[in-house]
């Protein structure tokens, strides 16, 4: 069955540092792994996705790196920046119709 | 373009009233729909989804039910509320299958429930 971990649940960086955030996935099948953000009342929107044939995606400050051995998918911001403070979903589907979310990381960055 | 409407946007009920949340999709054929709901400062639980009309799946046995009378159309319902179905809901949509692998979910505007 499918069952998605995220860590930590809230992460505080100063203004210009970086961000890990990992989810753990368990299902072998799980072939698609995306992160949403989700600002204060707002809906969760994709900011970056990466397939199961790749190792590592960018998009300026956002990354996403798979790693399919040990079975987690980790999100990277660089350069945080006060507008980067949300809530971050990552989300799996273990190659199913049901798509299922994190537990979300509350990300808090101070100028 | 597809776009998602979800209504209404905040909705006040008594505890023991029904609830009727709608939700369509335009711009697309047989999408997957999605129904979740986010507790004050919590994570996305999923409560039903649906690949065709009709078809329902529900993920958390409670008080609320789905259904899908159109293709388009998905709704959320409830026949007697309580203090604890107040949250965040929000509808979601996943393009059709044809042996695709997944891809983005598009999320309603959400609907704030506040059960008094």
């Known amino acids: 069955g499918e069952n998605v971990e995220q860590h930590p649940s809230t992460l505080s960086v100063q203004e210009g540092d970086s961000a890990v955030i990992k989810c753990t996935y368990s299902?072998?099948?799980?072939?698609?792994f995306p992160w949403y953000k989700q600002e204060l009342g707002k809906r969760p929107q994709l900011i970056i996705d990466?397939?199961?044939?790749?190792g590592e995606k960018k998009d300026q400050r956002i990354a996403v790196t798979l790693n399919k051995t040990a079975k987690h998918f980790s999100l990277h911001i660089t350069e945080t920046q006060p507008e980067d403070s949300a809530v971050y979903f990552c989300?799996?589907?273990?190659?199913?119709?049901?798509?299922?979310f994190g537990t979300g990381t509350r990300l808090k960055v101070l100028a | 373009s597809q776009t998602i409407h979800q209504w209404p946007a905040t909705l006040v009920q008594p505890v023991g009233s029904p609830l009727s949340l709608e939700c369509t999709v335009e711009?697309?054929?047989?999408?997957?729909l999605y129904w979740y709901r986010q507790a004050a400062g919590r994570g996305l639980q999923l409560l039903f989804y649906?690949?065709?009309?009709?078809?329902i799946s529900s993920e958390v046995p409670q008080n609320l039910s789905a259904s899908r009378p159109q293709d388009r159309q998905f709704i959320l319902s409830s026949k007697k509320l309580l203090l604890s179905d107040s949250g965040f809901y929000l509808c979601?949509?996943?393009?059709?299958?044809?042996?695709?692998?997944?891809?983005?979910?598009?999320f309603g505007q959400g609907t704030r429930l506040t059960v008094v």
């Open positions: 979601a949509w996943t393009p059709a299958r044809t042996g695709a692998m997944n891809t983005e979910a598009f």
């Open positions: 299902d072998s099948a799980s072939n698609y």
């Open positions: 990466i397939r199961s044939n790749v």
């Open positions: 989300a799996d589907t273990a190659g199913t119709y049901k798509y299922i």
């Open positions: 711009g697309t054929s047989n999408p997957n």
């Open positions: 649906s690949v065709g009309i009709g078809q």
